[in-house]
T-cell receptor, first 112, second 114 residues
Framework: TQLLEQSPQFLSIQEGENLTVYCNSS?????LQWYRQEPGEGPVLLVTVVTGGEVKKLKRLTFQFGDARKDSSLHITAAQPGDTGLYLCAGAMRDSNYQLIWGAGTKLIIKP | EAGVAQSPRYKIIEKRQSVAFWCNPI?????LYWYQQILGQGPKLLIQFQNNGVVDDSQLPKDRFSAERLKGVDSTLKIQPAKLEDSAVYLCASSLQNMNTEAFFGQGTRLTVV
């Protein structure tokens, strides 16, 4: 059973479009991280959210942590080919000694 | 600042052979992780070290996988004997403390077992 469900699994859109990817769980997390992974590379941390309802912006990327700290979303405005990659969410739970629980990822392709 | 170094980048072996991966974490990072990432899936934690002690190895298949972190710096992960289902990318990551702080990943070793 996947504790963190990411959707969609795959998304291919044209440059300039907006998109949102989701990370959902029935569990409560003390914090949640979003990573981007490019082919042949390890994941790179984009953001960490810790407070329910928190919104963080990173240029064209907007991250939101759900009020109940069970879900999160990543919204990209005016997507560019450089945004192509695998987007992974990972949640930490205090009860599990902050071990990261990983989603399976959303593979995003932005076509020029 | 140098990142997490892993070697080799690629390895192809036959089933039942053995293989070893090496990781040099970022200087000063106490925590080191080995992950297995199968194509189309998120990373799966195999083992976590805090300095040279094991914090969590609950998902490490101990009948064939072993890992050590002598002197609390470099680490090696070994598979002996390898199975076809071990084909994956093996990622090493390090962080200052535990996973509540940012983890930095290496480029990974892509293992193909034929």
């Amino acid at each position: 059973t996947q504790l963190l469900e990411q959707s969609p699994q795959f998304l291919s859109i044209q440059e300039g479009e907006n998109l949102t990817v989701y990370c959902n769980s029935s569990s409560v997390f003390s914090s949640l991280q979003w990573y981007r992974q490019e082919p042949g590379e390890g994941p790179v941390l984009l953001v960490t959210v810790v407070t329910g309802g928190e919104v963080k912006k990173l240029k064209r990327l907007t991250f939101q942590f759900g009020d109940a700290r069970k879900d999160s979303s990543l919204h990209i405005t005016a997507a560019q080919p450089g945004d192509t990659g695998l987007y992974l969410c990972a949640g930490a739970m205090r009860d599990s000694n902050y071990q990261l629980i990983w989603g399976a990822g959303t593979k995003l392709i932005i076509k020029p | 600042e140098a990142g997490v170094a892993q070697s080799p980048r690629y390895k192809i072996i036959e089933k039942r052979q053995s293989v070893a991966f090496w990781c040099n974490p970022i200087s000063g990072h106490a925590t080191l992780y080995w992950y297995q990432q199968i194509l189309g899936q998120g990373p799966k934690l195999l083992i976590q070290f805090q300095n040279n002690g094991v914090v969590d190895d609950s998902q490490l298949p101990k009948d064939r996988f072993s890992a050590e972190r002598l002197k609390g710096v470099d680490s090696t992960l070994k598979i002996q004997p390898a199975k076809l289902e071990d084909s994956a990318v093996y990622l090493c990551a390090s962080s200052l403390q535990n996973m509540n702080t940012e983890a930095f990943f290496g480029q990974g070793t892509r293992l193909t077992v034929v």
